[in-house]
């Protein structure tokens, strides 16, 4: 492959577009990689639609490999299986809907699951036609609330999708298995720094899900690790350890005090230790017992239910959080005051809500017997010795506290968490049998009776990983590509005209006859000075510059990661770039 600056569709831009926040962003639209179409839209250009298909070429290769079969289902679809799943609902507004020109509903797939389940139904009979496990690579649509950084988080974007169906538990964890193994090549091949972290399985369903995450500040994702053991987590994730449960019926009666002007828990916690409330003056944010009103809507649902969250008062609600643990629900602040007139802002305490049929949900800290300084549900008062069990029962627990760095390790109880942020490349799933029951799905079993299979389902973001790839590796002056997924082997810059320009094409020629990808920067209106800058803006792992010294049979290299440059014999280099990009030449194209 030769590719000529001189007519290739490119130009690369001085200037950091002002909308481009993030450094994968910047610097794909710099050199010309994208183009931005449409909100969350992009258009690949040559150079990027190259690297986009190199890490497509990785990921189908290595899914052939664990033989996964793949497919192409259509991107447009009929309601109906989304309805049978109901997913049509619990999407919500993340999914394009249509309507086809007689009044049919559609909609722009955002995952497979159901096709997948229909396909094998169809298909498949017998036990005798299992494991079976098709993929496909695909654009899926979503309409994000947020589309954001380019191809990082577009409405439109190419994802992988397998879809895994076992007779039984044991296939099911085999599957999952190998195809977490084989997202540890891809990932891995990808020259990407990543961890897999345990996660939530959102709007899929299921149960067990981890997620690959690769570590870049400008993550949108927040996960843990621990200082001791392996324990690698999504924050949404993660589980807080209860204490014991204690006797209810061992502290003294709750108590009201007068608190006035005390409606946030530094307040409070300062007047509590000035008046010695209930005989302390040890009081701190971790006695009391905080409660956040939130209103959270079902998909589909008319109107938003009230809950109440009771929380340790050290510790925030992390929205996030909530929004995990209740999917597919949304989550937002509440606001409506005016029509609940038993909920005393600022000194809300759970102590009435039942009665008032307000659903209650706590941390997993407020166990049985826990004592608490809480709100008192009148204006500036505040009850002590508000007892979890004996002067109110919660709902159920939640997981909706912020995790902090230095918590301890929820699985060794030894360590302390620490935290980073990450890009969701990739997430696998074992579903289990929600969708092969929503469809029925049954096979004949070794027995004679049916059998229902379960299915496991694997994601990758195919075009957020080139950004993903771009955002771990760049420095101040661009790109840096890593080998497997550069757009090309080498960059050929002709530092001047006629001879120097002669060679350098028939340089390329060469080099592309012998199966290396090859960009010749063959421009004669522009600078070497500009061509240089261009070249490390691109990131492609070689160049090759044809300059003054090509009279003495003299050509300069340039490795773009290390910034080391070496001259070298025109004479044998084709056989030394070779040997270099031996590797991905055996693996690529
Ligand atoms: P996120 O939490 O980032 O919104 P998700 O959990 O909704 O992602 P999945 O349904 O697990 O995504 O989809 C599988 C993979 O597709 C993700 O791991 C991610 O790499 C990619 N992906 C999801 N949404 C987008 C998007 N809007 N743009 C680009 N890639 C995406
Ligand atoms: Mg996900």
Request: net charge negative.
């Amino acid at each position: 492959m030769l590719l000529r600056m001189s007519t290739l569709l490119l130009r690369t831009l001085r200037e950091d577009p002002a909308d481009a926040e993030v450094p994968s962003h910047r610097l794909l639209l710099r050199a010309g990689y994208i183009r931005r179409a449409a909100a969350g839209g992009y258009t690949w250009l040559p150079l990027g639609k190259l690297v986009l298909d190199r890490i497509t070429e990785v990921v189908r290769a290595e899914m052939a490999a664990i033989g996964d079969q793949e497919v192409h289902f259509p991107a447009l679809l009929p309601a109906e299986p989304y309805r049978t799943s109901g997913r049509w609902t619990e999407y919500g507004d993340d999914i394009f809907t249509l309507e086809d020109r007689k009044g049919a509903e559609h909609l722009l797939a955002p995952t497979h699951e159901e096709m997948a389940a229909l396909l094998v139904k169809d298909l498949f009979s017998s036990y005798r036609d299992f494991p079976v496990t098709l993929f496909q690579i695909q654009t899926k649509f979503r309409d994000e609330a947020r589309p954001r950084a380019g191809v990082l988080r577009g409405r439109e974007f190419l994802m992988k999708d397998a879809y895994s169906f076992d007779l039984d538990e044991a296939g099911l964890q085999a599957a999952y298995d190998r195809h977490r193994d084989a997202y540890q090549r891809i990932f891995t091949r990808l020259g990407l720094d990543f961890t897999v972290v345990h996660a939530m399985s959102g709007a899929m369903g299921g149960s067990a899900s981890e997620e690959f995450l690769a570590a870049t500040p400008v993550g949108e994702d927040t996960y843990v690790g621990c200082t001791t053991c392996d324990y690698a987590a999504n924050t949404e994730a993660v589980v807080t350890r209860a204490p014991a449960a204690g006797d209810p019926h061992a502290h003294p009666a709750t108590e009201v005090h007068d608190t006035p002007e005390t409606p946030t828990i530094a307040s409070l916690v300062e007047l509590a230790n000035a008046r010695a409330l209930a005989g302390r003056t040890d009081w701190t944010a971790a006695d009391t017992l905080k409660n956040v009103v939130l209103a959270v809507r079902r998909p589909g649902a008319e109107r938003a239910e009230l809950l109440v969250i009771g929380l340790p008062g050290d510790r925030e609600v992390d929205l996030k959080r909530v929004e995990a643990a209740l999917a597919p629900a949304t989550v937002a602040v509440f606001d409506d005051w005016s029509a609940h007139p038993e909920l005393v802002r600022g000194y809300i305490g759970p102590q009435i809500l039942a009665k008032h049929g307000v659903r209650y949900l706590v941390d997993p800290r407020v166990v049985t017997g826990t004592t608490w300084l809480t709100g008192a549900n009148e204006p500036g008062r505040h009850a002590t010795d508000v007892v979890c069990g004996r002067d109110f029962t919660p709902d159920g627990t939640i997981e909706a506290a912020d995790v902090r760095p230095g918590d301890l390790c929820p699985a060794c109880g030894d360590g302390e968490l620490t935290m980073r942020r990450g890009i969701e490349v990739g997430h696998i799933f074992q579903l289990g049998r929600r969708y092969t029951d929503a469809f029925a799905v049954d096979v004949l079993g070794r027995e004679g009776k049916p059998v229902r299979p379960t299915m496991g389902c694997y994601g990758i973001g195919v075009s957020r990983a080139v950004a993903s790839v771009a955002e771990q590796h760049h420095d101040d002056r661009g790109l840096v590509w890593p080998a497997e997924v550069a757009p090309c082997d080498v960059h050929l810059v002709a530092a001047g005209k006629g001879p120097q320009l002669d060679a350098a094409l028939e340089l390329g020629g060469r080099l592309s006859a012998a199966g290396l990808r090859v960009l010749v920067d063959d421009r004669t209106h522009v600078s070497a000075g500009v061509k240089f800058t261009d070249a490390e803006l691109i990131g492609i792992p070689r160049a090759v510059v044809v300059g003054r010294r090509l009279t003495e049979g003299y050509v300069e290299l340039r490795d773009r990661a290390s910034g080391e440059r070496i001259e070298l014999p025109v004479d044998g280099l084709v056989e030394r770039l070779l040997d270099e990009a031996g590797g991905a030449r055996r693996d690529g194209v």
